[in-house]
């Protein structure tokens, strides 16, 4: 049992779309991180969300933490073949540093 | 500042043999953790070390171990290789005080 559910797993669309991807766990998070890994490069952090109902945006993303913060969503506008990558959430667990979702990997053709 | 670098990028080995990753952090970043990415099982944390000692490990066998030396780099090692073990291992370090992980690009391991 994933601690991080992660949905979709694969998404291929046009550029200029628009897309929504999320994570979702059954416990609460003190915090959650989102990242995103281009192939052959490890994960880069893009956020931190920390308080429920936190909303953060970064250029065309925006990201959305949940009231009760057991889930999150990741919003792109307009997407360009240079978002690209696989998208982590991935917050503590105790002594285990980051627990990371399986990952939804985004694809954006031209 | 550089960034997180690790070495090697790729490896080849066969089952039974062993291996030694190395792994250089960020000037300044004295937490060292390791993760083992795979298809199946996404990104697993292996362990961190902090100040050369072992802080947090994962639920990996008592194969893959690790060490940190005083200028906080680290090396983790992987005995009596199994095709499972084929993986990409990555290598983050993050400043005291934060979970922030900034990482390297990775070790790609192949056992044949």
């Known amino acids: 049992t994933q601690l991080l559910e992660q949905s979709p797993q694969f998404l291929s669309i046009q550029e200029g779309e628009n897309l929504t991807v999320y994570c979702n766990s059954s416990s609460v998070f003190s915090s959650l991180q989102w990242y995103r890994q281009e192939p052959g490069e490890g994960p880069v952090l893009l956020v931190t969300v920390v308080t429920g109902g936190e909303v953060k945006k970064l250029k065309r993303l925006t990201f959305q933490f949940g009231d009760a913060r057991k889930d999150s969503s990741l919003h792109i506008t307009a997407a360009q073949p240079g978002d690209t990558g696989l998208y982590l959430c991935?917050?503590?667990?105790?002594?285990?540093?980051?627990?990371f979702g399986q990952g939804t990997r985004l694809t954006i053709n031209p | 500042k550089a960034g997180v670098t690790q070495t090697p990028r790729y490896l080849i080995k066969t089952r039974g043999q062993q291996v030694t990753l190395s792994c250089s952090p960020i000037s300044g970043h004295r937490s060292v953790s390791w993760y083992q990415q795979t298809p199946g099982q996404g990104l697993q944390f292996l362990f961190e070390y902090f100040s050369e000692t072992q802080r947090n490990k994962g639920n990996f066998p008592g194969r893959f171990s690790g060490r940190q030396f005083s200028n906080s780099r680290s090396e983790m090692n992987v005995s009596t290789l199994e095709l499972g073990d084929s993986a990409l291992y990555l290598c983050?370090?993050?400043?005291?005080?934060?979970?922030?992980?900034?990482f390297g690009p990775g070790t790609r391991l192949t056992v044949l």
């Open positions: 991935a917050k503590r667990k105790g002594a285990q540093k980051l627990v």
């Open positions: 983050a370090s993050s400043p005291e005080n934060t979970d922030t992980q900034y």
